[in-house]
């Protein structure tokens, strides 16, 4: 007698055969029944477990007309150097849904590429959704460097950082920050940034071909505070210093300018500025995100923006 985990096993590799056959293949529902001997509604049930299960994961490539038109007006108002605008889903909640497929698509195309090149990560919620997208490659001749810290508050690794995740998915040496996101003190920052390991992971960072990093938001839910990085009294204290937004933990106002002082006295990450000839890809989407996507804009601290429809509309409004 066959065990359930035997029966289980059968029925995902049926699956992920009909999942290919489907969305590889190109065959029909009918098709995949014919050839898996199956009635039409198990091909279906059998596709549909392929996705829920996933056993594939599906990128839209057929070019939306609005969206194009929408990435095309970010790009002349913003001078960007990569935009892309993916359809919006009107009833979900996702913070990350169809940015981080974009995303994911766009790093999978550089990291194709055989001249070695170095690729500087932020973290957060976006960019993990996105290298969880990613597909297993071999990029020796790649190098991936962190930008911001590994460290959360209470001395465990960052649950949203990305660089060792991604080395494991696409075989390429790694560069992480060793440190917190936010120091307790300024002479404890100092410290950090005078040891040797985390100056030459900085000065990789700095160096970088592309880059890639979350906007994050400076609201009740902002992941700084949420996640620890800093307290509520420091969150009011930024927002009334006018920080509308943060890029690796860097607080920044509606110009788009890195605020003096507060938490920014603080912060270990490499610092973001102006950007000069690498590519800076901020992946964000969302109303909460709004202002600070629009203040990164303006003020030059990203290059190309990956968002939603939605939030391309509202940018370009």
């Not at 990291?111 to 090149?117: A, E, G, I, K």
């Not at 920052?189 to 005078?194: F, T």
């Not at 937004?245 to 509606?254: C, S």
């Amino acid at each position: 007698m066959a065990r359930n985990g035997d029966r289980e096993d059968a029925r995902l590799d049926d699956a992920a055969r009909a999942g290919w056959l489907y969305y590889v293949a190109g065959n029909t529902q009918d098709d995949i029944a014919d050839k898996l001997g199956i009635s039409r509604q198990s091909a279906q049930r059998l596709v549909s477990l392929a996705v829920s299960k996933k056993l594939i994961k599906v990128r839209l490539d057929h070019p939306i007309a609005s969206c194009m038109a929408l990435a095309e007006v970010l790009t002349k108002r913003y001078d960007l150097k990569y935009c892309d605008v993916v359809p919006s889903d009107p009833a979900s909640t996702s913070t990350v849904l169809g940015v981080a497929e974009a995303a994911a698509a766009y790093l999978e195309r550089i990291l194709r590429s055989p001249t070695p090149l170095v690729l500087a990560l932020g973290t957060g919620r976006t960019i993990r959704a996105s290298v969880n997208q990613l597909p297993p490659m071999d990029c020796p001749q790649h190098k991936i460097v962190s930008l911001v810290g590994n460290i959360a508050p209470d001395g465990s690794a960052s649950f949203f950082d990305v660089i060792t995740k991604i080395s494991e998915i696409v075989k390429a040496p790694h560069f992480p920050m060793p440190v917190p996101v936010v120091a307790s003190t300024v002479e404890e920052k100092a410290v950090l940034l005078d040891l040797k390991p985390v100056q030459h992971v900085c000065n990789l960072a700095k160096r970088a071909d592309v880059t890639m990093v979350g906007v994050g938001s400076l609201d009740d839910k902002a992941p700084l505070f949420v996640d620890g990085f800093i307290t509520r009294a420091e969150l009011r204290a930024l927002r009334k210093a006018g920080a509308v937004g943060e890029i690796v933990g860097w607080a920044y106002g509606r110009d788009g300018q890195i605020l003096a002082g507060l938490t920014n006295e603080r912060v270990v990450s490499v610092p973001i500025g102006k950007v000069g000839s690498a590519t800076v890809i901020g992946a964000a989407m969302g109303p909460s995100k709004l202002a600070a996507i629009r203040a990164a804009l303006i003020g030059r601290l990203i290059s190309g923006l990956i968002t939603d429809e939605a939030t391309a509309k509202a940018l370009t409004g």
